[in-house]
């Protein structure tokens, strides 16, 4: 059966060390969290689904071209910092059952929290910022991977190919209108575990 990938890919306005990021770096571990509590998660790179197979192959230093495009706009701005110069991309890779565990998980808890103050850290983006797409059932996903089906979102827009919430596609390429009533409950696991672990900030 198919398995959804889903890759997220913004830039900080500031550095991965800089106090300016802090608020979302100390985020990070119980976003991962929650998401690994979250009925419907497989795995996320880094973790068990990338130990369990193969290593991904291709460029370390992957990132869609809109990244580059960006930073390069930024170095020529007066007002760029120095995370335009060092590439402080924060970018995530995870492997889902289906479209709704995943937005029930980006859209509710401690995530949505963060999406909330995402203008406090990331810079205003005119690209696509997330994206998903179809994989088979133990397919490890390269590196290069989610660069280039963020870039075909961007260019070309949601197609079975590569797609976002907004016209999303089955795995089948059939264009999907997600289950209401699925997210509600994918929701409420989301929401009653975040409740009863609250981040220590």
Not at 36 to 54: N, P, W
Not at 133 to 152: K, M, N
Not at 176 to 188: T, V, Y
């Amino acid at each position: 059966m198919a398995k959804l990938a889903f890759y997220t890919c913004a830039i900080l306005e500031e550095s991965h060390g800089n106090p300016h990021s802090k608020g979302f770096i100390d985020r990070v571990p119980s976003m991962f969290e929650s998401a690994e509590e979250a009925e419907g998660f497989v795995d996320h790179a880094g973790s068990r689904y990338l130990q369990t197979q193969d290593s991904p192959s291709g460029d370390p230093g992957a990132s869609p071209r809109f990244t580059a495009e960006q930073r390069e706009a930024r170095i020529k701005d007066d007002s760029a910092t120095t995370a335009a110069s060092d590439g402080s991309e924060a970018a995530t890779v995870s492997i889902w059952d289906d479209l709704e565990s995943v937005y029930a998980f980006a859209y509710n808890g401690r995530h949505m929290e963060a999406l909330k103050k995402r203008s406090e850290w990331f810079v205003n983006l005119e690209w696509p910022t997330y994206i998903a797409w179809w994989v088979e059932d133990g397919e490890t996903p390269t590196r290069e991977d989610p660069a280039s089906q963020l870039e075909h979102l961007g260019d070309k827009g949601s197609t079975p190919h590569a797609f976002d919430f907004k016209a999303p596609f089955d795995a089948a390429g059939t264009p999907w209108k997600m289950h209401r009533s699925k997210i509600q409950e994918r929701a409420k696991t989301v929401k009653a575990f975040d409740e009863d672990n609250p981040q220590n900030l």
